[in-house]
């Protein structure tokens, strides 16, 4: 079972289960943990599929592009926790109301209610981040990811995307689909880590890691 330790104690964001242990650190104290439910989350398929690194870490600044109402950048949240900051780019205004009303309580979260495909319209909220993690399911997801790489992922940052593989072309087999993602990702100055399938939490999909070489 895969958990994050809870941000906000005593509060689930989404009706996700709770798990309360006694910490061995404090006195009596209790640490709480949400479970994070790979069928729901991608990036969470990605962990539990066997992803080596997803970069994210205690501290993180973590661009996330396609917040969707913000149940997977909660755990996001959790794990960079209150040093970390979380820059959640959604477009959808219904699904953008549910991400603003997560972050009232997880203040580590910046929502930003824009279309990736223009992150120069958000420049002024971001700093420079150490990870773009994306899940925007477009046909142009590589292309978005290395637009918002060129304006804010430090050199030497890492890029984490889930490819939905009939989103970007339905009738080429899958493989090759990630394949030429990959390979826009290579022209854009990435240099490709790891690849794996999300089976089975997702099917046809793919979640690849890349570092960021040096700016275009
Ligand atoms: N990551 C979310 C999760 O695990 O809960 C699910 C994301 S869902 C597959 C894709 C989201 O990306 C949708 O909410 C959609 O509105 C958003 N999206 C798609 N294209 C976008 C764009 N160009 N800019 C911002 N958001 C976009």
């Known amino acids: 079972m895969l958990v994050t330790k809870n941000l906000v104690p005593g509060e689930s964001v989404y009706g996700e289960k709770r798990i309360s242990i006694d910490s061995a650190d404090v006195d009596g104290a209790k640490v709480e943990y949400r ?25 993180s600044k973590v661009l996330y592009l396609g917040a969707a109402s913000g149940t997977s950048v909660s755990h996001v949240a959790d794990i960079v926790g209150p040093e970390g900051v979380v820059y959640a780019v959604e477009f959808s205004h219904r699904s953008g109301r549910d991400l603003i009303n997560m972050a009232k309580k997880r203040t580590n979260v910046i929502p930003i209610i824009e279309d990736a495909r223009t992150p120069h319209k958000y420049r002024i909220l971001l700093s420079t ?3 773009i993690f994306a899940d925007i399911a477009q046909p142009d997801q590589a292309r978005i990811v290395a637009l918002n790489a060129h304006e804010f992922l430090k050199v030497g940052g890492h890029a984490v995307i889930s490819i939905k593989a009939n989103c970007i072309d339905s009738t080429a087999p899958a493989e090759a689909v990630f394949d030429r993602e990959v390979n826009v990702l290579r022209g854009e100055m990435f240099k490709p880590l790891e690849q794996i399938t999300l ?14 070489i040096r700016h275009m």
Not at 40 to 49: F, I, Q, T, W
Not at 201 to 211: G, I, N
Request: charged share 25%; glycine share 10%; no cysteine.
């Open 35 to 59: 479970v994070w439910n790979p069928f729901r989350s991608k990036l969470a398929a990605g962990v539990l599929g066997g992803m080596d690194k997803i970069f994210i870490v205690p501290g």
């Open 129 to 131: 981040v150490d990870v």
């Open 199 to 212: 089976e089975p939490y997702e099917r046809d999909h793919a979640m690849v890691t890349a570092r960021y």
